[in-house]
Nanobody
Framework: QVQLVESGGGLVQAGGSLRLSCAAS???????MAWFRQAPGAEREFVAA????????DYADSVKGRFTISRDNAKSTVNLLMNSLKREDTAVYYC??????????????????WGQGTQVTVSS
């Protein structure tokens, strides 16, 4: 069983920045990691993913150029740096892990473990 614990959410003004972190248990270097988000009344959507070694990243078009995903395999953490935040970025953000994944993936069905989520609220 893989435990994922997110942190770093909060309230920020539009145009501001936040950094989310997710700490994982187990053999972290075996996991493809990703962030998803879910706004009220909406479906969960892909935000960003990163390969096991960190060399490949993938982003949703809506966050490309503003968000950066990174990982530290020595610390078993994955981060999401969010810049130029917009009101439409308001959502609960979830960390997800795909065990023994071969490539970063935007499809939620491939991820085996999920964190509890952290709220991000962007005010105007």
């Amino acid at each position: 069983q893989v435990q994922l614990v997110e942190s770093g959410g909060g309230l920020v003004q539009a145009g501001g920045s936040l950094r989310l972190s997710c700490a994982a248990s187990g053999t972290f270097s075996n996991y493809v990691m990703a962030w998803f988000r879910q706004a009220p009344g909406a479906e969960r959507e892909f935000v960003a993913a990163i390969s096991r070694g960190g060399s490949t990243t993938d982003y949703a078009d809506s966050v490309k150029g503003r968000f950066t995903i990174s990982r530290d395999n020595a610390k078993s953490t994955v981060n999401l740096l969010m810049n130029s935040l917009k009101r439409e970025d308001t959502a609960v953000y979830y960390c997800a892990a795909e065990v023994d994944g071969v490539a970063s993936c935007s499809q939620s069905m491939w991820y085996d473990y999920w964190g509890q989520g952290t709220q991000v609220t962007v005010s105007s």
